[in-house]
T-cell receptor, first 113, second 112 residues
Framework: DQQVKQNSPSLSVQEGRISILNCDYT??????FLWYKKYPAEGPTFLIS?????DKNEDGRFTVFLNKSAKHLSLHIVPSQPGDSAVYFC????????????FGQGTRLTINP | KAGVTQTPRYLIKTRGQQVTLSCSPI?????VSWYQQTPGQGLQFLFE???????NKGNFPGRFSGRQFSNSRSEMNVSTLELGDSALYLC???????????FGPGTRLLVL
């Protein structure tokens, strides 16, 4: 039972354009969501998070949107840069068991020059 | 501040052996979580320790165990290794509940 799903295994975007990565979840107890970026042979690097009391959080080029009724979140990167090429994971946790992150399968983002 | 460190970075073992992996969290972080990453199952939560106590546990067999020391450093142990235990084992630390978890570089374990 996959509680967090990233349905696009890969995404290719032109440099300078917007990258939109999507994530869906099924567990209504999830109330904290994070995005991580991962390069091969490295651990995930934290990008941005959002709690369920908000519907948007912005940090520089990264914006995360949360639609609780649809159980959907998305990460927008604008403008996309070649260094953004990596695998992106969304993760979720519930207040009880808060440190237990449930991850999606990841989306490989490729930024083309 | 130094990041999360994990040792060793790479390890080769044979079936039936046991292995111990080590994690040093970011200074001041009291929560340490462990995850397993495999191509088939993705990133899966193993367990979490806070103040030397296991607070959360994922769906892994009892062969997987861990502990945390008074300085917040943590170890995880896998006994009677199986081929399917080959994976990247990641450690993450955070200051507390629903605080951001920061990951180490991982230990890549290969079981032959």
């Amino acid at each position: 039972d996959q509680q967090v799903k990233q349905n696009s295994p890969s995404l290719s975007v032109q440099e300078g354009r917007i990258s939109i990565l999507n994530c869906d979840y099924t567990n209504s107890m999830f109330d904290y969501f994070l995005w991580y970026k991962k390069y091969p042979a490295e651990g995930p690097t934290f990008l941005i998070s959002i709690s369920s009391i908000k519907d948007k959080n912005e940090d520089g080029r990264f914006t995360v949107f949360l639609n609780k009724s649809a159980k959907h979140l998305s990460l927008h990167i604008v403008p996309s840069q070649p260094g953004d090429s990596a695998v992106y994971f969304c993760a979720a946790s519930a207040f009880q068991g808060a440190q237990k992150l449930v991850f999606g399968q990841g989306t490989r983002l490729t930024i083309n020059p | 501040k130094a990041g999360v460190t994990q040792t060793p970075r790479y390890l080769i073992k044979t079936r039936g052996q046991q292995v111990t992996l080590s994690c040093s969290p970011i200074s001041g972080h009291r929560s340490v979580s462990w995850y397993q990453q495999t191509p088939g199952q993705g990133l899966q939560f193993l367990f979490e320790y806070f103040s030397e106590t296991q607070r959360n546990k994922g769906n892994f067999p009892g062969r997987f165990s861990g502990r945390q020391f008074s300085n917040s450093r943590s170890e995880m142990n896998v006994s009677t290794l199986e081929l399917g235990d080959s994976a990247l084992y990641l450690c993450a630390s955070s200051q507390g509940d629903q605080e951001t978890q920061y990951f180490g570089p991982g230990t890549r374990l290969l079981v032959l």
